[in-house]
T-cell receptor
Framework: AQKVTQTQTSISVVEKTTVTMDCVYE???????LFWYKQTASGEIVFLIR??????ENATVGHYSLNFQKPKSSIGLIITATQIEDSAVYFC?????????????FGKGTQLIIQP | GGIITQTPKFLIGQEGQKLTLKCQQN?????MYWYRQDSGKGLRLIYY???????QKGDLSEGYDASREKKSSFSLTVTSAQKNEMAVFLC?????????????FGEGSKLTVL
């Protein structure tokens, strides 16, 4: 069965610095997709970024980028030039295979606190 | 753009009571999901539906029923609420092709059982 693990419960950094959040996953599938979602204090959950397992290039969207280390089953989220509004809980998620519904398995989340 | 609307936002029930949560989406997405979020446990899939009248069990389906009578709506029923249960239930939807993994979430419905 697939499993997603986020070991960092909470991280605090100063505004405008770079932060990395860790995530490791377990899967038996050769094809899978990895995601990061953000949950704000209001409870809203939004999709941030995705990495396809067959792609070697790390995905980048705005000031979010991924550090995909396939041999280590690791997908870290990097946020550069952090802003106060980046304070949120970040969830790593995985989907096995490309057919059918987007049945995602989520990690427990990492709370990110950006301090002025 | 579109929106997912969950009702009610807050639900308080008694032990043993049957409680129903409703979800509406206007994205015209085929697939809809119900996730449960407990503090410190992330999101766990309860039920999902790939089309009208389809129901698929997730990892946490025991104790729940679901209904998808229209493409735009997906309901979740807690068949017998457990005392001291507290969780947030999140409805989501997704397109089927080309957007793998991008779920759109509602704002959540918070359940408290007295």
């Amino acid at each position: 069965a697939q499993k997603v693990t986020q070991t960092q419960t909470s991280i605090s950094v100063v505004e405008k610095t770079t932060v990395t959040m860790d995530c490791v996953y377990e899967t038996r599938d050769s094809s899978y997709f990895l995601f990061w979602y953000k949950q704000t204090a209001s409870g809203e959950i939004v999709f941030l970024i995705r990495q396809d397992s067959y792609k070697k290039e790390n995905a980048t969207v705005g000031h979010y980028s991924l550090n995909f280390q396939k041999p280590k089953s690791s997908i870290g989220l990097i946020i550069t030039a952090t802003q106060i509004e980046d304070s949120a809980v970040y969830f790593c998620a995985m989907r096995e295979g490309a057919e059918g519904a987007d049945r995602l398995t989520f990690g427990k989340g990492t709370q990110l606190i950006i301090q002025p | 753009g579109g929106i997912i609307t969950q009702t009610p936002k807050f639900l308080i029930g008694q032990e043993g009571q049957k409680l129903t949560l409703k979800c509406q989406q206007n994205f015209n997405h085929d697939t809809m999901y119900w996730y449960r979020q407990d503090s410190g446990k992330g999101l766990r899939l309860i039920y999902y539906s790939i089309t009208e009248n389809d129901l698929q069990k997730g990892d946490l389906s025991e104790g729940y029923d679901a209904s998808r009578e229209k493409k735009s709506s997906f309901s979740l029923t807690v068949t017998s609420a457990q005392k001291n249960e507290m969780a947030v239930f999140l409805c989501a939807s997704s397109r089927d092709r080309g957007y793998t993994g991008q779920l759109y979430f509602g704002e959540g419905s918070k359940l408290t059982v007295l």
